[in-house]
């Protein structure tokens, strides 16, 4: 095993891609990514200068010939993109029609294209004409792998409430599906396949341990031993995105352990970052009225803990994953998105000090991200209704009644000022934050940007945090709706170009200070020489 990369600053969630000769892949450069290379036998890593200039460019597949990529471009990690082919040797890209997918894949021949939207496979003619949908699932699709003779099409089916990740093939022309390995390793699901360049093997990651295997796909007659899957040896257990090299001996992947996220105050006066719960991973956190507790979400269980880093507790919830808490104004209940063991995403609420988690509508499915209501008596939900959402009030009371918002069409992040009397929001495509008066029944844009993200109020309501993702310094900002005046908080150049991965705004504490997520990886770009079973 050797490394092609050191910095520790890739996107290992984005697979590489590779011509034969180079690798390419993102890394994070401050507030935006870098298209990078290096050589497949390691070494020193080049910036690819990007065709476009405004956003971020990822390559997600070089044709089989080599002369040209298949790229993308985004503005947040993970964001699907239309699809562009742009030429090895540089030039104008060409748009491939309509073609959006957070992820494509060349046919072997180079005449087709394989790519997802959402929970959709689709396949078409690698100048974006003749789209196809092949199939519809219940889960989102991610990974489209070619076959090595184009027979067929494997992929992956993400994990939801119900089933863990897993892997599927359909032939080309849709027909044939079927899923790979089902129950295997007592079903704690794979994914992220893809084949040897000969079709003998399949290598895929197993999510328990994040370890590679290789399933072998044509044995040999005489051979009488299991017919695998078998761990690839001499890799480390946590491993992910694992690329064929085009030589048929080499594997490459990320390697090295995933990304880790500490909790960081900000001072709004001092700029200055300090350490908020140490020595704890705290993922989606939420204060209580009072700042005293902090409820969270860590690897799909609920738990809280006062915000002196004293008293962590686990919340039961059997058959539940949950996520996104948030505390009612009282401090007696949560309310959190959960997933049950039937694959429902519903919204429930539960006390404090745990009990029975209760659906917050009884009977209506499809709810997501409430917030409360000051006085308790509403809840805000996101109501997903076929092809679009819209945001929707629920009384508590004890007949309870679902109520939509006017043109709330497609907005997410929906947060209640602390006084009542706004509630903001932010567009599904992440351009616009909102704010609703509730007197006035009316909307209004309050800030325009790249990436903006979830907003949270000040404690008393006269301001509205917000950070733009997509600028230089992902800054935070305040909007007053009293003045309609917007302030720059903060910028994050300094610790963006530290070696940290990201810097996000996940929520507000005591005395009006930002808590920021500080992320870092020590995950790096690894390759190997395999000798396969």
Partial sequence: MFPVTGSGLQDFL??????????????????????????????EEHQVTAPFQNTNTVIWDVSPDGSRYLIGTFISAGDPSQLWSWPATG?????????????????????????????????????????????????DVDAPAWVPGGSRIRFTLAADG???????EIDAEGAGLRQILPGWNNGEGIRCGGWMPDDRNYVFVEMATKRLWTLPERRKWWRRAS????????????????????????????????????????DPRTHALSPFLPGHWVGMPSFSRDFGQVAFSEHDKLWRIRANGEDVQLIALPGLKAFFPRWSPDGRTLIFIGDDQVGKHDVYTIAADGGV?????????GLGDPDWSPDGSQIVVIRHLHARHV??????????????????????????????????????????IRLYDFVRRTWRVVARGNGLGQSMWSADGAGLFFQEEGAVGVPVSVFYPQSGVTRL?????????????????????RGDMPVIEVGRSSANLYGAEIEFP
């Avoid at 180079?110 to 092949?134: N, P």
């Avoid at 988690?357 to 499915?365: C, I, K």
């Avoid at 009644?401 to 992440?430: H, M, V, Y």
């Fill in 14 to 43: 984005v697979r590489p891609a590779s011509d034969g000769v180079r690798i390419f892949y993102v890394s994070r450069a401050g507030n935006h990514y870098d298209l990078m290379q290096a050589s497949v036998h390691g070494g």
């Fill in 91 to 139: 030039g104008v890209p060409t748009k491939l029609g309509d073609l959006v997918s957070g992820n494509a894949a060349y046919s072997p021949d180079g005449l087709r294209i394989a790519f997802h939207i959402d929970r959709e496979l689709w396949v078409a003619d690698v100048d974006g004409t003749g789209k196809r949908r092949m199939r519809s699932f219940a889960s």
């Fill in 162 to 168: 119900k089933r863990p990740s897993s892997i599927w």
């Fill in 227 to 266: 017919a695998g899957p078998f761990p690839l040896p001499t890799l480390p257990d946590w491993a992910w995105s694992p690329l064929a090299g085009r030589d048929g001996r080499h594997i490459f992947f990320w390697g090295g352990g995933a990304a880790r996220a500490d909790l960081q105050l900000l």
């Fill in 357 to 365: 988690a209760t659906p917050v509508l009884p009977g209506v499915s």
């Fill in 391 to 432: 945001l929707a009030l629920i009384s508590t009371r004890a007949r309870r009644q679902l109520t939509d918002i006017p043109n709330s069409e497609n907005l997410i992040f929906p947060r209640w000022s602390p006084a009542g009397r706004f509630l903001a929001a932010t567009a599904a495509d992440r351009h616009e």
């Fill in 489 to 509: 908080v903060a910028r994050f150049d300094k610790v963006l170009n530290a070696g940290n991965f990201d810097c996000r705004l996940v929520t507000v504490a």
